[in-house]
């Protein structure tokens, strides 16, 4: 499978949805988000050996529904990169197993 994306500092390898509704049981309004987890590969791969995941959802992360892919990476990207450059300022002690993909579909 070609790559979804490339730049200089990483490559996305997949992006992934997940339709999902959240019901408000208050006043009964139902909400319609898309999750995106983001595969990706952080450069140099000799720096790091494993991919790096990244959830995004629409209700959360202000992104639109239904972007075209184009659409979509554009979107991605700076958000991408806020996530990554958190991730480097994180705690490296837990791991992190693969998310399960059971619930989403792939989309690019």
Known sequence: MANVWVGDNYYIKSIHEKDSTTKYENNAKNITSEGYLVTLQRLPEASYSDVTEVYFDTRID???????????????????NTALATDDSSDKSEDHDPTALDDFTLKI
């Open 62 to 80: 202000s992104l639109s529904l239904s972007l075209s892919d184009d659409a979509l990476v554009a979107a991605l990207l700076p958000k991408i």
